[in-house]
């Protein structure tokens, strides 16, 4: 009675190893698009104009269809949340209509954010200082930009 099989040749094996991890490696087309690098200044999300001071209003736009999550780190690195995808995290306005949403306009005088202070949520006016500030498009803002569709763009403030 046989009780294991043995190939003629080793290389058998090594084909067959081979094949398996190719075969496990290969990612179907469809699944590539999950794979982000950070996309920077590609037209996915751009500010006109991008060099603004207090009182100005300038646009984000947006190409359809985007993230669900928008956030801006100031020149100090302070993050604001604009826009989260989260139960009653909406802040500018209802998610929904976020998602339908190809352009934001934003006054710097005006524009409040919400930031996390000792495990309290604040409002807070966002552009306080001159620099500039990275306005961050996301799927997902809590994970590393590498792991989710990220678009950036950059806002020079002038203030005065």
């Not at 500030?133 to 203030?159: C, D, K, M, Q, W």
């Amino acid at each position: 009675m046989r009780v294991g099989w043995r190939p003629r040749c080793p290389c058998v094996f090594l084909a067959l190893a081979v094949s398996t991890l190719l075969a496990c490696a290969t990612v179907p087309d469809a699944d590539l698009s999950r794979t982000y690098p950070e996309q920077v200044s590609d037209g996915a999300l751009r500010a006109v104009p991008a060099l603004v001071r207090s009182g100005d209003t300038f646009s984000l736009v947006m190409k359809m269809p985007h993230p669900g999550e928008l956030a801006v780190e100031t020149p100090a690195g302070t993050w604001y949340y604009l826009q989260s995808n989260e139960p009653g995290g909406a802040f500018l306005m209802a998610q929904d209509e976020f998602m339908r949403t190809d352009e934001l306009r934003i006054n710097t005088a005006r524009l409040c954010g919400v930031r996390w202070l000792n495990g309290v949520k604040t409002t807070e006016r966002v552009f306080r200082t001159a620099g500039k500030y990275t306005f961050h498009l996301a799927e997902n803002l809590e994970t590393e930009f590498e792991n989710t569709l990220h678009f950036s763009v950059v806002v020079e403030y002038l203030a005065q």
